[in-house]
C-alpha cells in the first residue's frame, strides 16, 4: 500500500464518518465516534 492509498483512506472514512453521524440509524445504535476511533487504533497498530 502506497502512502497516498492510506491518505486516500482517511479522507474516505471520514466522508463516510461524516454521512454517518447525520444517519438517523446511526443516532439510535449509539455514538458512531466510538467506531472510528476503534478503527484507527486498530489501523496503527497493523
Not at 449509539?30 to 486498530?42: E, K, M, R
Amino acid at each position: 500500500m502506497k502512502a497516498g492509498d492510506l491518505e486516500n483512506l482517511m479522507v474516505y472514512l471520514d466522508d463516510v464518518a461524516a454521512k454517518a453521524m447525520e444517519s438517523p440509524i446511526t443516532k439510535m445504535l449509539g455514538n458512531p465516534g466510538d467506531y472510528i476511533q476503534l478503527l484507527t487504533s486498530f489501523m496503527g497498530q497493523s
